[in-house]
C-alpha cells in the first residue's frame, strides 16, 4: 500500500525541479563514486516518476569523450538516491 511519502516522492516533477534535482542526483553520484581526473560531465536524464539514467563522461575534450559509468537510478525528489543498478561504489 503507498505511503503519503512514497506519493510525494513519485510526483511528477516539472522541468526547472528537473534540473535543480539532476544536479543533486550528479553530486550524490560522484560523492559516492569518487570524481575521475578526467571527468567532462555528469548527464542525469529523467526516465520516469521517480527514476533516472546518470552517464558519467570522461575524456580529454567532447570529441574523445565516453561513458565511463552508467547507472539506473531511483531517487527522491530531494535527489537522495534510493537504489542504484549497477551499486554505487567507490571507484576513486
Not at 553520484?29 to 526516465?47: D, E, H, K, M, S
Not at 569523450?65 to 576513486?92: C, K, M, N, W
Request: net charge positive; aromatic share 8%.
Amino acid at each position: 500500500m503507498p505511503t503519503k511519502q512514497n506519493e510525494e516522492r513519485r510526483s511528477e516533477p516539472t522541468s526547472p525541479d528537473r534540473k535543480v534535482i539532476g544536479g543533486l542526483i550528479g553530486r550524490n553520484v560522484l560523492g559516492a563514486i569518487g570524481r575521475p581526473t578526467n571527468l567532462l560531465r555528469v548527464q542525469v536524464q529523467w526516465l520516469w516518476l521517480g527514476y533516472y539514467r546518470v552517464n558519467v563522461f570522461v575524456g580529454a575534450d567532447a570529441a574523445s569523450a565516453a561513458v565511463a559509468h552508467s547507472f539506473f537510478l531511483e531517487a527522491s525528489d530531494a535527489g537522495v538516491i534510493i537504489t542504484s543498478t549497477p551499486a554505487l561504489a567507490r571507484q576513486y
